[in-house]
């Protein structure tokens, strides 16, 4: 099993930042892409950002420039920092993980259990 663990959501001023940190444990193998997504009240969940096991970064057009996704791959860890937080970017953010995991060790998607984020105007 593997149990992803989120922090860092709450409540913020526009203009103000967040950083939202996802830990994973369990029986890991290997980590592939990590992740961060969101989902608006009655929209599907939407892609924020990724990177790699290398390192490789992508971000949604709607936040490049105000967030930053980093790991940790010696702790199993993906971090979420958002700068220039807006409104429109309050959602309820999900941790995902690309790994081979569990037993037998195959390659599954993880997800957390979400952490609200709501900016206020």
């Known amino acids: 099993q593997v149990q992803l663990l989120e922090s860092g959501g709450g409540l913020v001023q526009a203009g103000g930042s967040l950083r939202l940190s996802c830990a994973a444990s369990?029986?890991?193998?290997?980590?592939?892409?990590m992740g961060w997504y969101r989902q608006f009240p009655g929209k599907p969940r939407e892609l924020v950002a990724t990177?790699?096991?290398?390192?490789?970064?992508n971000y949604a057009d709607s936040v490049k420039g105000r967030f930053t996704i980093s790991r940790d791959n010696a702790k199993n860890t993906v971090d979420l920092q958002m700068n220039s937080l807006k409104p429109e970017d309050t959602a309820v953010y999900y941790c995902?993980?690309?790994?081979?995991?569990?037993?037998?060790?195959?390659?599954?998607?993880?997800w957390g259990q979400g952490t609200q984020v709501t900016v206020s105007s």
């Open positions: 995902n993980l690309h790994a081979i995991a569990g037993t037998p060790a195959l390659p599954r998607s993880y």
């Open positions: 369990g029986s890991i193998f290997s980590i592939n892409a």
């Open positions: 990177i790699s096991s290398g390192g490789n970064t």
